[in-house]
Nanobody
Framework: QVQLVESGGGSVQAGGSLRLSCAAS?????MTWFRQVPGKEREGVAS???????TYTDSVKGRFTASKDNAKNTLYLQMNSLKPEDTAMFYC????????????????????WGQGTQVTVSS
């Protein structure tokens, strides 16, 4: 198993920036960012593959950047030009490495989830 701890959420005005972090207790897992608003399904936001290429959901392309520090087992999400519609609970998810490229925005591909960190963007 792996423990995931997210941090960095908060409240900002539209146009502002936040940087989320997700620290994992093991380096044997791929990690991806998701977000969820009440009443809606969890949405994949950004995922970095084992080839170090990242994929993003269309609504955040050009504004969000995912990165990782393998030495710290930490995944980051730099969020710029935030919009009120980015308001959500952001989660880090993980799945065991092996047999795939790691990169996936499908929630069903992940077995472990953090507790989430709230991001609120006001207009």
């Amino acid at each position: 198993q792996v423990q995931l701890v997210e941090s960095g959420g908060g409240s900002v005005q539209a146009g502002g920036s936040l940087r989320l972090s997700c620290a994992a207790s093991s380096n044997e897992y791929c990690m991806t960012w998701f977000r969820q608003v009440p009443g809606k399904e969890r949405e994949g936001v950004a995922s970095i593959g084992s080839d170090d290429f990242a994929t993003y959901t269309d609504s955040v392309k050009g504004r969000f950047t995912a990165s990782k520090d393998n030495a710290k087992n930490t995944l980051y999400l730099q969020m710029n030009s935030l919009k009120p519609e980015d308001t959500a609970m952001f989660y880090c998810a993980a799945r065991k490495r092996g047999g795939h490229l790691c990169r996936s925005l499908l929630a069903d591909d992940y077995d472990y989830w953090g507790q989430g960190t709230q991001v609120t963007v006001s207009s």
